[in-house]
């Protein structure tokens, strides 16, 4: 793998937030719990016969009605995006990690860490606490991802998904504090 850059993506390269989602695996559940007073989880794997995967459809952003309240940051080999980040401003202290996304072939080498790095400087500098986001709990790779990343879990919605083809399901809220450097 060559050197990954993380830039601010600007107008001049606006093309770049519109790289497509890859397949991931879905290969167990996060399970949180709340004792009144702190979470904590647990985890589910699940048997390899019941391993899926699962891929968003692509979003087709507009940079020009996106660029007031997000921002788009992209992870570049050479002069390839291989990573997106957009955060978006939020009225209250923690700027949302609205999109992360990783090409499959540069998973697993640090890519989403600097993602979410380059987003610790974002919020710092905006004047925000830190960050926030949302996975679902049957996502385990993500939520994993979130909490080897420092994000601690500061909510459960298990009515989200009710109704929808993706019942069952439940969005778990992770939290990240920017700190100091």
Not at 13 to 22: G, L, V, W
Not at 28 to 53: A, C, F, K, N, V
Not at 85 to 109: C, F, M, P, T
Request: glycine share 12%.
């Amino acid at each position: 793998m060559s050197d990954i850059t993380v830039k601010i993506i600007d107008k001049a390269r606006e093309a770049d937030i519109r790289i497509p989602n890859e397949p991931f695996s879905l290969y167990g559940r996060m399970i949180p719990r709340y004792d009144g007073e702190h979470w904590s989880y647990s985890t589910i794997e699940l048997p390899p016969e019941q391993i899926g995967e699962m891929v968003f459809p692509d979003e087709n952003y507009d940079f020009d009605a996106m660029e007031k309240e997000y921002i788009f940051v992209g992870a570049y080999a050479g002069d390839q995006c291989v990573g997106l980040a957009i955060y978006q401003h939020s009225w209250h202290k923690y700027l949302y990690l609205y999109d992360l996304k990783v090409n499959a072939e540069y998973r697993g080498h640090m890519v989403g860490r600097k993602l979410i790095e380059a987003g610790k400087k974002l919020a710092r500098e905006e004047g925000y606490r830190g960050l926030y986001t949302i996975g679902q709990d049957n996502n385990l790779g993500a939520c994993s991802f979130y909490i080897r990343c420092g994000f601690e879990i500061g909510g459960l919605d298990t009515r989200v998904y009710q109704g929808t083809s993706q019942e069952g399901k439940r969005d778990i809220l992770f939290y990240l504090e920017a700190g100091g450097d």
